[in-house]
């Protein structure tokens, strides 16, 4: 199968240029998601029940996640999770559709199977994805859970930040298994500022506010959420970002976004965020300071150049209870997240 992608399908991929190669992608998974007799076959030759766990009060088949970004709107979580992915994140959506950057806005850096982007949250709004998913993914049809992420749109100055978030809450709450605040993209203007604890305590606070009313409302538990942090900040940045969440009522962090830095000058000539093997020490940083300072009482999910066992077995040693990849799926192929659940199968970390 490996061989068969790389020999044939990601040359072929390969020759379109990057952007118009992953609407391709998408187009394809669209089609697939439409499909009932596709979707099984592909759900039973990738079965991904392969060492489920239960975290932040979700059970999810296995420790191996879709990273927010490639499906930006909702168009195939059904498919994904057929593939062998244990849970979805879909987004990062914003209340109102955007169009993101200027093109182009996505770049190979094919030997070192890394991805540059500086998409600026392209995507069709709040309210389209809900009416999608609730027709297509409704919750109680999952075999793994579905998380959104949402983000703070171009237009939106820092002040009024907030709103953008508990408007898609809002919006999406009722079929969302669990939120993720993306405070972290380093392709939104001011957005990482989020993450400055002036600037994150309201958001957080206002967040669980709305997330309570919607529990009282529904007569439900609230939804989990999550924060995904960037691999820039400091070490003494982190520390008071942590802090802040522990004073909080947030149920995990994702770490790490796409990194503005330039490991070895890779991508140095090219402005966004890098992804993929050239980011994977700076997210295992990342990693490994926020679990030391959280003594593991906070989940983790560690993502950021996650592209075969090794790489993932780093990422659960170093604290993370599981992973999401994005990068990865592009250059490795679409029965990486299957190959890496089997894998783990027998790998005892903590939560399990
Ligand atoms: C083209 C592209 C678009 C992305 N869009 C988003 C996004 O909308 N929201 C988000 O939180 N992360 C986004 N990401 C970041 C990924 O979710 C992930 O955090 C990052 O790529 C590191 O993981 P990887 O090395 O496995 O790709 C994007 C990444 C890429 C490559």
């Known amino acids: ?13 390969f020759q379109f240029e990057p952007e118009m190669a992953h609407c391709i992608a998408v187009a394809l998974l669209k089609w697939i998601d439409n499909s009932y007799i596709c979707k099984n ?25 879709l990273a927010a970004g490639f499906d930006k709107d909702g168009h195939f979580p059904s498919t994904a999770s057929a593939l062998g992915f244990g849970h979805v994140e879909v987004g990062t959506v914003t209340p109102r559709p955007q169009e993101g950057n200027p093109k182009p806005r996505l770049f190979r850096l094919s030997k070192e199977e890394s991805l540059v982007n500086k998409m600026g949250f392209n995507n ?11 027709k297509f993914y409704p919750k109680g049809e999952r075999h793994s ?13 820092l002040e009024e930040s907030i709103k953008d978030y508990t408007e898609s809450f809002n919006a999406l709450a009722e079929i969302a298994d669990y939120f993720t605040l993306n405070i972290s993209s380093p392709n939104t203007e001011n957005l990482r500022k989020l993450q400055h604890e002036d600037n994150l305590r309201p958001l957080l606070q206002d967040i669980d506010k709305v997330n309570s009313n919607w529990a009282k409302k529904n007569k439900t538990t609230k939804i989990p959420c999550l924060i995904k942090i960037s691999p820039d900040e400091s070490f003494s940045r982190l520390e008071k970002l942590i802090e802040t969440v522990l004073e909080s009522n947030i149920d995990g962090i994702i770490a790490t976004n796409t990194t503005s ?92």
């Open 41 to 65: 076959a592909i759900r039973l030759l990738f079965q991904n029940e392969s060492g489920p766990v239960n975290i932040f009060g979700l059970n999810f088949p296995n420790k191996i996640g």
């Open 124 to 134: 069709e709004g709040a309210e389209s994805m809900r009416k999608r998913i609730k």
């Open 261 to 352: 830095k330039r490991p070895n000058c890779i991508g140095k000539d090219l402005d966004g965020g890098l992804s993929g093997k050239s980011m994977e020490a700076l997210s295992l940083e990342t990693i490994k300071f926020i679990s030391k300072l959280t003594y593991g009482k906070l989940p983790i999910i560690g993502v950021g150049g996650v592209h075969n066992t090794e790489s993932l077995n780093r990422k659960l040693d170093s604290g993370a209870c599981m992973v999401q990849l994005y990068t990865a799926f592009i250059y490795e192929g679409p029965f990486l997240a299957s190959k890496l659940a089997k894998s783990l199968k027998n790998h005892n970390s903590w939560l399990t």
């Open 1 to 13: 199968m490996d061989f068969l992608y790389k020999s044939f399908v990601r040359r072929l991929f």
């Open 145 to 157: 859970p579905l998380g959104i992420n949402i983000g703070k749109a171009k237009e939106t100055p």
